[in-house]
Nanobody, 124 residues
């Protein structure tokens, strides 16, 4: 059974940092891109960042560019999101996803596998 599990969310003050982690298991994820999305209450899910299978290609939403960094672990089924200079508008539930197509995740917000999300709250 495939599982995608996020961790690392929490409460932080504006200007602070958090590091989200995601681990996928239950099948081989060879060739899979991985990404992060977020959804705030009453809003639609939005793309945050994505990284290719080998880590050589990354994409970021304009709203997080320069503040967030996505990376993959040595075990290619793990992905991290380092979030710095957090703002109250970053408050959301953050979801990890995996798909064979990075463009599909980035442009269509679709993925084969999704986690259940980890909440991030940034206080002003």
């Amino acid at each position: 059974q495939v599982q995608v599990v996020e961790s690392g969310g929490g409460l932080v003050q504006a200007g602070g940092s958090l590091r989200l982690s995601c681990a996928a298991s239950g099948r081989t994820f060879s060739g899979y891109a991985m990404g992060w999305f977020r959804q705030a209450p009453g809003k639609e899910r939005e793309f945050v960042a994505a990284i290719s299978w080998n880590g050589g290609t990354t994409y970021y939403a304009d709203s997080v560019k320069g503040r967030f960094t996505i990376s993959r672990g040595n075990a290619k089924n793990t992905v991290y999101l380092q979030m710095n200079s957090l703002k109250p508008e970053d408050t959301s539930v953050y979801y990890c996803a995996a798909d064979l197509s990075l463009p599909t995740m980035r442009d269509r917000l679709r993925a084969n596998y999704w986690g259940k999300g980890t909440p991030v709250t940034v206080s002003s």
